[in-house]
């Protein structure tokens, strides 16, 4: 700098120039804001814990047990809790109390409380019970869907077709699932295009929303936007949601690029409930309270009270004798810190 | 640049300014600022510089004083997976750091890689000198942007921190030795709470006056979010170019790989990391503390980003450090690989 004349010195320096000029600070600003991302103000969370969550668990989980973890659940602020899945007993153990957790239950009116149906006779069953919110699973990976549910996509979507359309007339509101949309553990690498043509179907048969599943979380950041940049070409953003596995770690990376994107619902899973059954030890759902950290600490609603979800972590860990997932509780449990640290993220 | 045109032409930005001034040195000035914003923006660096940390800060943490050889062979182990730059030890009194008793003993054991750099720690002009001594050819200095957290840490305020650090830059300048400086708390401190990203930038600002090539901005308790990291940036940006800072997130709080995401949408691309996420909280009994190197890398490769890690190798290293140490490792990705 210092053979500059000091005219253009003073130029160079931002407060000198913010003195001349104050109108360029606000100006500035509004460019920066332009060329900055944009975040939603309002993150829909869709509670996955109890089903897809418990589903995973080797012991059975006593009925009482998920119907006060769902009840728990239920006074966080959740707008939207799995509760149960009405597939066969003898595939999934797990769920056969399906019907008494779904009239056990203590339904709140700020929530919903979507129960799996994989077919006609799921749904009927569902129905049955009381459910008033349904949704189905797809893959975008034949390999996937054949051993998983035992049909080809196309069947499977068949199958779907009948669900959505009994679900239509009974104006029950259906949420799609999609799984592998960024990598299968039989396939590997899965064509994005293949991803979109499976979720505008879904959509197209008439489900409000559509969850993309990062499976067996292998997703990065980088595959995330070319699969999101894809699907959108096809189904709107604000009927799109991301359910990722943090396997990798990845998880909170990929959603952080998600809302970069526009997406504006997330799935997660209290405590990080549920391993990733094709990685032995490893990790599956993302937290709901990592994920509730992050989104508060950016500014973001959720309507979702954290330290609330904390307990109700706490809660199902002790039931079933396990440390939680996520790291926000697991930094949470020294109550001293932790109230030092909610001063900091607020 | 759009943004840029439209300033030049705004005509009474023209009668105010001379003509030769604006040609010259507003437009030029305004499109840096722009730029700086910009750079907030989507494009990511081709290539990321990976600081490994583990057998520094890593060990430093570890309760158990972890033998010589073991520290050495981690050491050569990350050598050998394509690692720039791996911090070997800290010339800090025994006495505070036990662990890291064995300082030079390890400098002299490694084997340096050419093309590698092993940065040591040097707190004072003392442990600068031993550091000189026993072979050290970079070191890193640490300040703290909270004062709390200084006078807890080192006994003593930042500014007296800096000062001592004065003499450690002025005797690494004379023997043409580089020097890294470190900002602690810059995203929150354990005892303050908030921490002002002014403060963060004043503190960034000195050490990079005083002759500091880079310096790595630390979130030591691993509370900050993309928000806080964006705000932080952009305050240290100004007064640091953005080409001279790395980030040091801990993962305490399951935020550092988003942290890091937004950090490389911003132009920083030097991160710091520790191979299997060694080194926990010392805050928050039981909590996690750095970023896994192999979770970090994984996401890097997976964005097209070079770093010049081979993953692999770099998981052998983490496991043979975790079978020492008999602990898990904390990166995920360490413990999907091993059982798919």
């Not at chain 1, 189905?136 to 779907?160: H, P, Q």
């Not at chain 1, 440390?323 to 926000?328: A, G, P």
Request: with cysteine; aromatic share 6%; glycine share 8%.
């Amino acid at each position: 700098m210092g053979n500059f004349p000091t005219t253009v010195k003073h130029c160079l320096s931002y407060e000198e120039l913010i003195q001349d000029y104050p109108w360029l600070a606000r100006w500035l600003q509004e460019e920066k804001r332009a060329l900055t991302h944009e975040y939603p103000e309002y993150v829909k969370i869709v509670e996955v814990g109890p089903r897809d969550g418990l589903q995973n668990e080797k012991e059975m989980v006593p009925t009482r047990v998920k119907i006060q973890l769902i009840d728990m659940l239920s006074e966080t602020g959740l707008p939207v809790i799995e509760a149960t899945s009405f597939v066969s007993s003898k595939w999934v153990p797990q769920m056969a109390d399906h019907t008494e957790v779904l009239q056990a239950i203590h339904r709140s009116s700020h929530v919903r409380y979507p129960v799996l149906t994989p077919n006609m006779h799921g749904f009927q069953d569902a129905v049955a019970a009381g459910a008033t919110e349904v949704a189905v699973f797809g893959s975008a990976s034949e390999t996937f869907s054949r051993k998983n549910i035992n049909c080809s996509i196309d069947e499977s979507i068949l199958r779907f077709e009948e669900v959505i359309c009994t679900a239509k007339q009974r104006q029950i509101p259906v949420r799609g699932y999609v799984s592998c949309a960024l990598g299968c553990p039989y396939e590997g690498p899965i064509e994005f295009t293949k991803v979109a043509e499976v979720v505008k179907r879904l959509y197209e048969l008439g489900c409000y929303e559509v969850s993309l599943g990062d499976t067996i979380g292998v997703g990065t950041p980088g595959s995330m936007a070319k699969m999101l940049h894809n699907v959108m070409k096809e189904v709107p953003s604000s009927a799109l949601a991301v359910h990722c596995h943090d396997t990798y770690g990845q998880a909170l990376a990929n959603i952080l690029t998600a809302l970069q994107m526009g997406i504006c619902t997330v799935d997660s899973s209290v405590a990080g409930l549920g391993g990733c059954p094709y990685a032995q030890g490893a990790s599956g759902n993302v937290s709901t309270e990592d994920v509730l950290y992050m989104l508060h600490g950016m500014g973001i609603k959720t309507g979702v009270d954290l330290s609330k979800v904390i307990e109700a972590g706490d809660f199902i860990c002790k039931a079933l004798n396990r440390k939680t997932n996520s790291k926000v509780a697991q930094a949470s449990g020294d109550y001293s810190v932790h109230c030092r640290m909610k001063k900091i993220n607020t | 640049m759009a943004a840029v045109m439209r300033f030049v032409n705004r005509s009474r930005f023209g009668s105010r300014m001379g003509h030769q001034c604006l040609s010259l040195s507003r437009p030029a000035a305004v499109a840096k600022l722009v730029q700086d914003g910009a750079s907030a923006g989507k494009t990511l660096p081709e290539r990321v510089k990976i600081v490994e940390v583990g057998p520094r800060d890593g060990l430093q943490n570890e309760k158990t004083v972890v033998p010589s050889e073991v520290k050495i062979h981690l050491i050569d182990m990350l050598s050998e997976a394509g690692l720039s730059v791996i911090e070997a030890t800290s010339f800090v009194s025994p006495k505070w750091v036990p662990q890291m008793a064995d300082q030079v003993e390890v400098m002299m054991g490694i084997h340096r890689r050419p093309g590698v750099s092993y940065p040591v720690l040097t707190p004072n002009l003392k442990g600068f000198l031993a550091a000189v001594k026993a072979g050290a050819a970079e070191v890193a200095i640490f300040g703290a942007a909270s004062e709390l957290f200084s006078k807890k840490n080192i006994n003593c305020s930042v500014d007296e921190s800096l000062q001592r650090f004065e003499e450690v830059t002025k005797a690494a300048k004379e023997a043409g030795m580089p020097v890294r400086g470190y900002v602690s708390c810059v995203l929150g401190c354990p005892y303050e709470g908030k921490v002002s990203p002014d403060k963060v930038a004043q503190v960034a600002k000195r050490l990079y006056s005083m002759g500091c090539y880079e310096i790595s901005l630390g979130d030591t308790i691993g509370v900050g979010t993309p928000g806080g990291m964006t705000e932080m940036l952009v305050a240290v940006s100004r007064e640091v170019p953005i080409n001279a800072l790395a980030v040091h997130c801990h993962d305490t709080y399951g935020q550092a790989l988003a942290n890091i995401l937004i950090a490389l949408q911003m132009g920083i691309s030097v991160v710091d990391s520790s191979v299997a996420g060694l080194g926990g909280c010392p805050y928050a009994q039981g909590a996690s503390g750095n970023v896994a190197t192999e979770d970090v890398v994984y996401m890097l490769h997976g964005l097209g980003i070079q770093t010049g890690v081979d993953l692999p190798k770099l998981m052998d290293a983490g496991a043979f450090i975790c079978r020492s140490l008999n602990k898990k490792t904390s990166s995920k990705v360490a413990q999907a690989t091993c059982k798919l």
